[in-house]
């Protein structure tokens, strides 16, 4: 079962778990994934170490293990742009692709999956780059929830925006921080939201659901770890689903839920338990 929640270890994580870690200066960083990877290491995952700069491999060696996981081929270490390329003309499914080629060979090759750690910020910097990346985070989640990939996405945030964290930040089962007030991320035949959803966060929650699509005409949205929503989400919600010519389709405990599609009179959301 796939992690979700705020946490502030980056260890004890699950073979297909997605993170989101804000992080403040670049030594945070570096050890955070280091410890990240090693535990990767320790469940049979290849690891991979994704960052700016040059001499790379020098950033792994405070930790024993992944320096000779480095020397023996365990765990790559590859330069951002030759990871990620960023090209404009490679799409996000493109990008998504190339992971998954690498997780078939990590398997091939007799590991149990693949776990990579990446300071993805310089891939959003550029006009038009949020929307794209935040469209392949989605689409790299989506891949996470049968295969046996996870990662750790780091951001600098020094770098970029708040509002651009927070994006970022909602399209992760798990975060180091509560950058937004919610997370919307894959299920295997649709989309989970936790934490809570109010008027002020109904532009956040309105972006991050331009990167989902229904499936198979519902929008299947599992809100059982959903504290609170209020009209403004679950209108939200019922608009994207209509657009997109479905059905909105909630999942939760909750009889409050169903009561508020009540009194707003969405004859067209179906609720179950």
Not at 47 to 72: I, S
Not at 136 to 154: G, V
Not at 201 to 226: F, H, I, K, M, Y
């Amino acid at each position: 079962m796939r992690t979700s929640g705020v946490t502030d270890v980056v260890v004890g994580l699950n073979p297909n778990d997605h993170l989101c870690w804000p992080f403040d200066d670049f030594a945070e960083f570096r050890a955070r994934a280091a410890e990240f990877l090693a535990d990767g290491l320790q469940l049979g995952q290849r690891a991979c170490y994704v960052a700016r700069g040059d001499d790379l491999a020098t950033h792994l060696e405070a930790e024993p293990v992944l320096a000779e996981a480095v020397r023996d081929g365990r765990v790559d270490v590859v330069s951002l742009e030759s990871r990620y390329r960023t090209s404009t003309t490679v799409t996000p499914e493109e990008q998504v692709e190339a992971y998954a080629e690498a997780t078939r060979a990590a398997v091939r090759d007799g590991f149990t999956g693949l776990r990579v750690a990446a300071d993805a910020t310089a891939l959003v910097l550029s006009p038009g780059s949020l929307d794209a990346f935040c469209r392949y985070e989605h689409l790299i989640d989506r891949y996470m929830t049968t295969e046996p990939f996870s990662a750790m996405c780091a951001y600098h945030r020094a770098e970029l925006s708040e509002p651009a964290i927070a994006r970022l930040s909602s399209l992760h089962p798990v975060n180091n921080a509560r950058c937004a007030p919610f997370r919307l991320h894959a299920t295997e035949d649709g989309i989970a939201l936790h934490g809570e959803v109010d008027g002020v966060s109904r532009e956040l929650l309105s972006l991050a659901l331009r990167n989902t699509a229904p499936n198979q005409g519902a929008l299947r949205v599992d809100a059982t770890g959903l504290r609170f929503i209020d009209h403004h989400g679950l209108l939200a919600l019922h608009g994207y689903a209509r657009a997109n010519a479905a059905t909105l389709v909630l999942r939760s405990q909750r009889s409050s839920l169903a009561r508020l599609v009540s009194l707003l009179e969405l004859d067209d959301v179906e609720c179950v338990r």
